[in-house]
């Protein structure tokens, strides 16, 4: 795996064999960053990253030049592996190890950017963007990115902004008013 912009392009990180994540392709990070980049000053962004998985989302803001990042990921293994690697590419990256669901029942602050790259079959994904918005966790303007499969439909939310597919990854992007 890589970072595929930014001051770490290039970079290559190795995400130990038996994690429990399924990494966004390179085609979908860079298709969702063109988009970011485009419409979003991403140095001054307070991110949150959910499910976080291997890094690879939080490692691409952090080459971009945001310094303001969180990730929640609950499995001891993922979140040891994205500690040690945030350090090795020099990211103050904030990981918290825990339930992704308890952090967003339990959180106070409120962030511009947040993406959410949960399993494909957690069985409450398609409540993930209201649970967001209700708790107050995204800032008025601020964007909630879901990545999903194409199982999931949210072309009726409200608050539903754009949706990119790119094949079997979609990314459904929410603003907050």
């Not at 994904?125 to 199982?151: F, R």
Request: charged residues 20%; aromatic residues 10%.
């Amino acid at each position: 795996m890589r970072v595929i912009s930014g001051n770490l392009r290039g970079r290559r990180f190795q995400p130990p064999a038996k994690i429990p994540a399924r990494p966004t392709t390179d085609i979908a990070k860079e298709g969702l960053f063109n988009i970011l980049s485009n419409r979003i000053e991403l140095a001054n962004t307070s991110f949150l990253d959910l499910f976080g998985g291997t890094g690879s989302i939080s490692y691409e803001m952090g080459s971009r030049g945001c310094s303001d990042m969180l990730l929640v990921e609950k499995d001891p293994k993922s979140a040891a592996f994205i500690r040690k690697q945030a350090e090795e590419f020099g990211l103050d990256l904030q990981v918290m190890q825990m339930d992704v669901f308890e952090y967003i029942r339990s959180a106070s602050a409120s962030y511009s950017l947040i993406f959410a790259g949960p399993p494909y079959g957690l069985p409450n994904l398609d409540k993930i963007p209201d649970l967001i918005m209700e708790k107050g966790l995204l800032a008025s303007g601020g964007w909630l990115i879901l990545e999903h499969n194409p199982n999931h439909h949210f072309d009726e939310h409200p608050n539903l902004k754009m949706k990119r597919n790119y094949g079997t990854t979609i990314f459904s992007i929410f603003e907050m008013p």
